[in-house]
């Protein structure tokens, strides 16, 4: 695998569903992020983690929760979710905050249902 | 707070002619990264302009920075239809480890 990868590629989920989504990086990058590209609205960051440690909760609603274990893996598990989160969601990972080009990950399309 | 502006947001072109794209910022800013999205699909790494003046280039696509101006373009020569797909600019003030991006313009190019 190279590049950044993300598991699953789609997902459909009722709003009492608890479901995960995985990004994992194989660039030896130290920084990795979550976004948020709903239609018609420019891309949102969620999340950022530097060293596996958050740096940046960008006014995320708690049904939104990320878990970084180490700097090549990036969670963000999911809860009581509202129709209006269906988008798609992309992890990235750049070599470190203060050199910020980010390499994204093929994105994951949520809909709830 | 950085406001990233890119203008126009949806660009239709006829193939073989040229078209610039530009991208507006609110703050000093000195790294500007350019980025292609295509339906469904990841973002790809265009462009990394990292001080004023620069100027890079790869095949059909130019992109600069005026720092002073705070506007990067992204220029198009004699558009071909695998360029058809949405183009964002982002630009990181370095303060907040963020990358600001701008609306994204989707184009479209026409036989």
């Known amino acids: 695998e190279t590049g950044v990868t993300q598991t699953p590629r789609h997902l459909v989920m009722g709003m009492t569903n608890k479901k995960s989504l995985k990004c994992e990086q194989h660039?030896?990058?130290?920084?990795m992020y979550w976004y948020k590209q709903s239609a018609k609205k420019p891309l949102e960051l969620m999340f950022v983690y530097n060293f596996k440690e958050q740096t940046e909760n960008n006014s995320v609603p708690s049904r939104f929760s990320p878990e970084c274990p180490n700097s090549s893996h990036l969670f963000l598990h999911l809860h009581t979710l509202q129709p209006e989160d269906s988008a798609l969601y992309l992890c990235?990972?750049?070599?470190?905050?203060?050199?910020?080009?980010?390499?994204f990950g093929p994105g994951t399309r949520l809909t709830v249902l | 707070e950085l406001k990233v502006e890119q203008n126009p947001l949806f660009l239709s072109m006829q193939e073989g002619k040229n078209y610039t794209i530009y991208c507006n910022y609110s703050t000093t800013s000195d790294r500007l990264y350019w980025y292609r999205q295509d339906p469904g699909k990841s973002l790809e790494s265009l462009f990394v302009l990292l001080s004023n003046g620069a100027v890079k280039q790869e095949g059909r696509l130019m992109a600069s920075l005026d720092t002073k101006a705070r506007l990067s373009t992204l220029h198009i020569t004699a558009a071909v239809h695998d360029l058809s797909a949405t183009y964002f600019c982002a630009v990181d003030i370095r303060v907040d480890y963020k990358l600001s991006f701008g609306a994204g313009t989707t184009v479209t190019v026409r036989a």
């Open positions: 990235a990972s750049s070599q470190a905050v203060s050199y910020n080009e980010q390499f």
């Open positions: 660039l030896g990058h130290n920084a």
